[in-house]
């Protein structure tokens, strides 16, 4: 089941496309056009609105729909036919568009709320395969691209905190030793193994960076990884929300063709940064040919996934410009 927060921005502003005067009748309406929404969702909906607890993010949604509905790229002040709400489902197979509702058959809207994350990824479909295609490979990230390193801070972490069930071999790690060192390093990292870390976190940082360059060496190949990174797909679709700040996020993301069409890639790179876990920073440079030229910023923090030591390694990426600045993400007016 989706939680409450994630119904809210979804089925609300499916909604607000419908033109109801506001939302107190919109929620009295329970619609029938918003397929995969019962009793049971808008009894939770109906809950949360009388709490008053969320009560700035059913506003935003509400009337993000309805700006969706009135805008010349969306539906243009027609009402809709039919909203699907995509739910909590599991989808069958890797999908490159992230929308929660679909209008009509056609239109895509993803609701995004609160969040820069771009992507939650394995570092191996990160910087081995560029984000082109799911990666099949697995494994502890930190142990294949700083071996030796990752080795000798492990022994130092073991001889810390003194388990002597941990193995002398971090490959030779499993859920049970995992468990124990995560509960024996939570929150900070202790003073006796910070700096070490850090200088581990900047290797790893720096060989994964140079994994992703080698991957992609030419600008076409760099070109079409900043169009993956963006969610630039085939189609287009649109990405209705709020910020970090809460404002109202409203735009169009384009396709690839619209990208070529405005904006062409002058340089694209990756670099580590000495941040105290390993973080790789991007950045492109484009020429804009209707305004002024561009720079898109952002970053991958790389990071064991349930704590020290705990789960394999993800890496999320996230995007550091205002997403109003972004090439090929057009505001609706």
């Given at each position: 089941?989706?939680?409450?927060r994630?119904?809210?921005?979804e089925?609300?502003?499916?909604?607000?496309l419908?033109?109801?005067?506001?939302?107190?009748?919109?929620?009295?309406?329970?619609?029938?056009?918003?397929?995969?929404?019962?009793?049971?969702?808008?009894?939770?909906?109906?809950?949360?609105?009388?709490?008053?607890?969320?009560?700035?993010?059913?506003r935003?949604?509400?009337?993000?729909?309805?700006?969706?509905?009135?805008?010349?790229?969306?539906?243009?002040?027609?009402?809709?036919?039919?909203?699907?709400w995509?739910?909590?489902h599991?989808?069958?197979?890797y999908?490159q568009?992230?929308?929660?509702?679909?209008?009509d058959?056609v239109?895509?809207?993803s609701?995004?709320y609160?969040?820069?994350?771009?992507?939650?990824?394995?570092?191996?479909?990160?910087f081995?395969?560029?984000?082109?295609?799911?990666?099949?490979?697995?494994g502890?990230?930190?142990?294949?691209?700083?071996p030796?390193?990752?080795?000798?801070f492990y022994?130092?972490?073991?001889?810390?905190?003194?388990?002597?069930?941990?193995p002398?071999?971090?490959?030779?790690?499993?859920?049970?030793h995992?468990?124990?060192?995560?509960?024996?390093?939570?929150?900070?990292?202790?003073?006796?193994?910070?700096?070490?870390?850090?200088?581990?976190?900047?290797?790893?940082?720096?060989?994964?960076?140079?994994?992703?360059?080698?991957?992609?060496?030419?600008?076409?190949?760099?070109?079409?990884?900043?169009?993956?990174?963006l969610?630039?797909?085939?189609?287009?679709?649109?990405?209705?929300?709020?910020?970090?700040?809460?404002?109202?996020?409203?735009?169009?993301?384009g396709?690839?063709?619209?990208?070529?069409?405005?904006?062409?890639?002058?340089s694209?790179?990756?670099?580590?940064?000495?941040?105290?876990?390993?973080?790789?920073r991007?950045?492109?440079?484009?020429?804009d040919r209707?305004?002024?030229?561009?720079?898109?910023?952002?970053?991958?923090?790389?990071?064991?996934?349930?704590?020290?030591?705990?789960?394999?390694?993800?890496?999320?990426i996230?995007l550091d410009?205002?997403?109003?600045?972004?090439a090929?993400?057009e505001?609706?007016?």
């Amino acid at each position: 089941m989706a939680d409450t927060r994630t119904e809210i921005t979804e089925i609300t502003t499916g909604l607000g496309l419908f033109g109801f005067r506001d939302i107190e009748r919109a929620l009295a309406a329970r619609p029938r056009f918003i397929l995969n929404v019962d009793d049971d969702v808008y009894d939770r909906l109906d809950a949360a609105f009388a709490g008053g607890k969320h009560d700035g993010v059913f506003r935003t949604a509400y009337e993000n729909g309805a700006v969706f509905a009135r805008a010349d790229d969306g539906l243009r002040g027609r009402p809709p036919w039919l909203v699907e709400w995509k739910g909590p489902h599991r989808p069958p197979a890797y999908e490159q568009i992230p929308a929660d509702l679909r209008v009509d058959h056609v239109y895509l809207l993803s609701c995004k709320y609160g969040s820069n994350i771009l992507h939650n990824a394995s570092p191996w479909h990160v910087f081995d395969r560029a984000l082109s295609e799911r990666s099949k490979q697995s494994g502890d990230w930190f142990a294949a691209v700083a071996p030796q390193s990752f080795q000798e801070f492990y022994a130092e972490v073991r001889a810390h905190v003194g388990v002597a069930s941990l193995p002398e071999l971090v490959d030779n790690l499993n859920a049970d030793h995992r468990q124990s060192l995560k509960q024996a390093l939570k929150g900070h990292w202790p003073k006796e193994l910070r700096t070490d870390w850090e200088l581990v976190a900047f290797e790893i940082a720096r060989a994964s960076a140079a994994r992703l360059l080698e991957t992609a060496p030419g600008r076409r190949e760099r070109e079409e990884f900043l169009w993956r990174v963006l969610r630039l797909q085939a189609a287009p679709y649109f990405v209705l929300g709020a910020g970090l700040d809460d404002a109202p996020l409203r735009y169009r993301v384009g396709t690839p063709w619209d990208f070529r069409n405005r904006f062409e890639l002058r340089s694209f790179d990756m670099w580590g940064e000495h941040a105290g876990q390993p973080t790789v920073r991007w950045r492109a440079d484009l020429s804009d040919r209707l305004a002024a030229d561009r720079v898109i910023e952002g970053h991958v923090e790389v990071r064991w996934s349930h704590g020290k030591f705990g789960g394999v390694p993800e890496a999320k990426i996230y995007l550091d410009t205002p997403h109003h600045e972004v090439a090929g993400y057009e505001p609706l007016g």
